[in-house]
């Protein structure tokens, strides 16, 4: 049987390295060895932007890019939208199992007991402007919990994880919900325990003046299948710096604030909003060809297409546009939906799209249903930290047990000045 190596022969010097290959890997500290002289650091692999470098080993989530596969511990994603609920699936994330009913009726229970905010953090979000972005106002927010619980420095006691775990799940939505009501100077509503996860946030965004607010039962479900989708996908951008961060022993609450602040770019998370923007901007079906020549050109990205990993449909995006049938037969077809259709069509079909295997990815069809709710397009990326919130708990805590990981420290191929001596003011042309 071939050896599972590579056989190295470093031309500058003549010699010879064998490299062992693990999981389709090499360990990038096995270049060290191969140097040029006793004072040469050794050979370091160099790859901006991580586009083919493993940061770990993970057991969480798995994606095919090229069959457009997602499994969450092994459960295709198809399955768990169609069979389970975001609560159980945050479970099977973090805890690696479909939980017993005892078990999901524990957890429930406890997330559900933990969704109340210190009233102190009411004056934290009344400080903000009334046209304050709900992400700035949600990344600040989850890291000022930190100053609320400081029992979560003890990341290494598994009670404490398991309690901020509960935290930072129940509380996501409550931030969510007072960062919304703030941004349209409602006051705040606060969470009602006999509401279910997704259903409890409906009614921290919407509850009016009525006593108990009942949420659509469309909409709840519609949530509780997008909050699925949204909940874990690898070493995604967020995730790394969750895992980036962690990796110093910071609490959890810091962590998920740079976390979030990471998904809130447009490239990443923010994409959902930069889609509807770009909807709107394109304004009719019949300037879609103009606006994706414009693309072809270079001015610009068809925000909602494309993905580091996917090069084939995002599976999420197929289950997106299922849900949004359901949701517009209560909230009206959203009208952005023809121009959506018409990009897409378009696009599948373009050769600088096919080339690039470009496909619609897990933003392009849901800003659409946000919307169609009646939520502000600022709202949308915090649509997507909520429920990502437990991909993000479940790989910081992978990390901080994972007797492999240290604190994250890239090294750097150096290409300033060399050395040179201090120039007195008076001498600098
Ligand atoms: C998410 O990583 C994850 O898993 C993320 C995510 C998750 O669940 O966590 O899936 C969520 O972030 C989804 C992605 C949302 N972002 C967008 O929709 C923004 C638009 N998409 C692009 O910016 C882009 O596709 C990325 C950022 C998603 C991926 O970028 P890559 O892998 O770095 O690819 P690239 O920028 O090198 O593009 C390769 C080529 C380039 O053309 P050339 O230079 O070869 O000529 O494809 C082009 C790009 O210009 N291209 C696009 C494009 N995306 C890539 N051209 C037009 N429109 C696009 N959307």
Redesign the pocket.
């Known amino acids: 049987m071939a050896a599972e190596t590579l056989t190295i022969i470093d031309n500058r010097t003549g010699k010879k390295y064998e490299i062992p290959v693990r999981d389709g890997a090499i360990n990038a500290s096995d270049l060290r060895q191969i140097r040029v002289s006793e004072e040469d650091f050794g050979l370091m692999s160099y790859d901006p932007?991580f586009?083919n470098t493993a940061s770990c080993q993970s057991k969480i989530s798995y994606?095919d890019g090229d069959r457009g596969i997602l499994r969450y511990r092994g459960y295709p994603i198809e399955q768990l939208a169609e069979k389970s609920s975001y609560l159980e699936t945050a479970y099977l994330i973090l805890y690696g199992e479909l939980p017993t009913k005892a078990q999901l009726d524990d957890w429930s229970y406890n997330v559900t007991h933990h969704s109340i905010l210190h009233e102190n953090i009411k004056k934290f979000i009344d400080g903000f402007h009334h046209d304050a972005h709900p992400m700035g106002m949600l990344v600040s927010a989850v890291g000022a919990l930190s100053t609320f619980y400081t029992d979560a420095k003890h990341i290494f006691d598994a009670e404490s994880r398991k309690k901020q775990t509960y935290r930072l799940i129940a509380k996501m939505p409550t931030l969510a919900g007072f960062a919304y009501r703030h941004s349209i100077g409602m006051p705040y509503s606060y969470p009602d325990n006999d509401l279910s996860y997704t259903g409890n946030f409906l009614n921290m965004l919407f509850k009016m003046t009525e006593i108990k607010y009942k949420p659509n039962p469309v909409i709840e479900k519609a949530f509780d299948v997008l909050f699925i989708l949204?909940a874990d996908?690898?070493q995604?951008?967020?995730?790394s710096a969750m895992r980036g961060v962690g990796s110093s022993h910071v609490d959890p609450y810091c962590a998920v604030a740079a976390a979030a602040a990471a998904l809130y770019g447009?490239?990443?998370?923010g994409?959902n909003e930069?889609?509807l923007r770009m909807l709107m901007e394109i304004g009719s079906k019949s300037k879609v060809p103009e606006f994706i020549k414009a693309?072809k050109e270079?001015h610009g990205?068809?925000?909602?297409?494309?993905?580091?990993?996917?090069k084939n449909y995002?599976p999420?995006a197929k289950i997106i546009k299922q849900i949004a049938d359901s949701v517009f037969e209560v909230t009206g077809r959203n009208p952005l939906l023809d121009i959506a259709l018409e990009l897409e069509r378009i696009a599948l079909e373009d050769d600088y799209?096919i080339k690039?295997k470009?496909y619609p990815?897990?933003?392009?069809y849901s800003g659409l249903i946000y919307q169609s709710i009646g939520l502000a397009m600022d709202m949308f990326p915090v649509l997507f930290a909520i429920p990502?919130t437990s991909g993000w708990v479940a790989q910081w805590e992978e990390m901080l047990l994972d007797s492999e990981q240290k604190i994250a420290r890239p090294r750097q191929i150096y290409k300033g000045a060399a050395k040179r001596d201090y120039v007195p003011i008076t001498a600098r042309k």
Not at 301 to 310: A, D, I, P, Q, T
């Open positions: 932007a586009m994606i949204h996908h690898e995604n951008c967020s995730t447009p490239l990443h998370g994409a930069a889609v693309v270079g990205k068809l925000m909602g297409f494309g993905h580091r990993v996917y995002d999420r799209f690039r470009l990815n897990v933003d392009f990502r």
